[in-house]
């Protein structure tokens, strides 16, 4: 057993440590993110996005447009459209902002918009677009 005394205005103190445990289980780290219309499913067509700030920073909205996303060619029996969720190994963030758009009668954008209203929001988003542009070999462009 470790001892360690330490001296603490005068007294002294006697603290014992516990014996450190090594795991021998393979450390699993899991960065995957992906973009999802129906929980499960994951969206492979990768969207442009857009990013707004307001100038104190404590607010801001992501749009992401899907021309012709791969869930339009699905069948119905995957289940309906309920919103856009972005999951990666600290959860899923959501938004049920999303509109289709059609060309001809038949279904060929979709566009979601999230909005985040602090600096907590703003930060987690972006940590999710860090992984998913990683998995997707996507880069940033600022603005032109």
Not at 41 to 59: A, K, Q
Not at 99 to 110: C, L, R, S
Request: proline fraction near 4%; charge should be positive.
């Amino acid at each position: 057993m470790n001892v360690r005394s330490t001296s603490l205005a005068g007294a002294s103190r006697v603290a014992a440590r516990a014996p450190v445990s090594i795991s021998r289980r393979p450390l699993v780290v899991c960065n995957a993110a992906s973009l999802q219309f129906i929980r499960g499913v994951d969206e492979p067509t990768v969207p442009e996005v857009r990013l707004t700030r307001s100038r104190t920073g404590t607010s801001g909205a992501a749009s992401f447009v899907f021309d012709n996303p791969s869930i339009f060619q699905a069948s119905g029996d995957m289940g309906e459209i309920t919103g856009l969720f972005m999951v990666d190994d600290e959860g899923v963030l959501t938004t049920t902002d999303v509109k289709a758009k059609f060309v001809n009668g038949k279904p060929q954008v979709i566009e979601a918009r999230l909005q985040m209203r602090s600096q907590f929001e703003w930060d987690r988003f972006i940590r999710f677009m860090d992984r998913y542009a990683e998995a997707n070999g996507l880069g940033f462009e600022g603005k032109q």
